[in-house]
């Protein structure tokens, strides 16, 4: 039972991208992942894609018997902080990252706000997997980010903040916060060389771990072959000093 229902949110979650994006720009993006994961020995999480990419209307889109084979990208990361109940899109793929299996896709993550007003936060995101890592999660200070520990705060979820040596890391200490419950073991893997690397990439979004994944996520879209060159140079680097 559990299965069927399963399969049934993935198709619900894949229809509704079609009728949110119209049959056009589902077959354009359809079209350039395809064309993309094809000339970089990718592959596609959902093959699906490739066998509707000349589909001439939404109902040929719709009735494809293909979608049950709709794959998640968020499958095992859902309790990564920052992305829990998000809705993948069906435009997903797995690579090789410097020996590693991952999968790069985008998550449309509701707005934590109590009132209403805020938007769904989109997000590009690749999870590398890799066992036995030590739960955390760091990203770049920001406002968004004080209002979150402001809001988890009067929600009572206590503090998780991971202190890194001021003296020894000044930048990494000013622009970028850490969180873990296990205090030794994230400082004992985030070795002095990875936080030297991290200071130095500048990277825009957030890393996470779980006990199967490193989780890359950082906001907005893939939309181009550069966007998704870009992305997966920046995978490469984290793997080559991160894992």
Known sequence: ?????????LIASFLVQVLLFGPRRFRKRARLLTEYTARKGYRLGNPAIAQITGASSARAILTDAALKSYAKGSEGIGDIDGLEGGTDDPFAFTCRIRSK??????????????????????????????????????GK????????????????KPAAAIAVDT?????????????????????????????????????????????QYL?????????????????????????????
Do not use: C
């Open 141 to 156: 200070r920001s406002i968004a980010n004080t209002l979150v520990n402001v809001v988890e705060k009067m929600a009572g």
């Open 167 to 211: 003296q020894n890391f000044p930048e990494f200490a000013k622009h970028y916060w850490l969180k873990g419950s296990d205090n030794g073991a994230v400082l004992s893997f985030l070795s002095p060389e990875k936080i030297k690397f991290l200071e130095n990439i500048n990277l825009p979004g957030a890393i996470a771990t779980n006990s």
């Open 101 to 138: 299996d991952a999968m790069v896709f985008e998550l449309t993550v509701p707005s934590r706000r109590t009132d209403d007003k805020g938007q769904a936060l989109h997000y590009k995101v690749a999870k590398i997997a890799n066992a036995g890592l030590p739960r955390f999660s760091l």
């Open 1 to 9: 039972m559990y299965i069927a229902i399963a399969v049934g949110v």
């Open 215 to 243: 989780v890359y996520f950082e906001r907005g879209s893939l939309r181009s072959a550069q966007d998704y060159d870009s992305f997966i140079e920046t995978l490469d680097q984290l793997a080559a000093n991160m894992l």
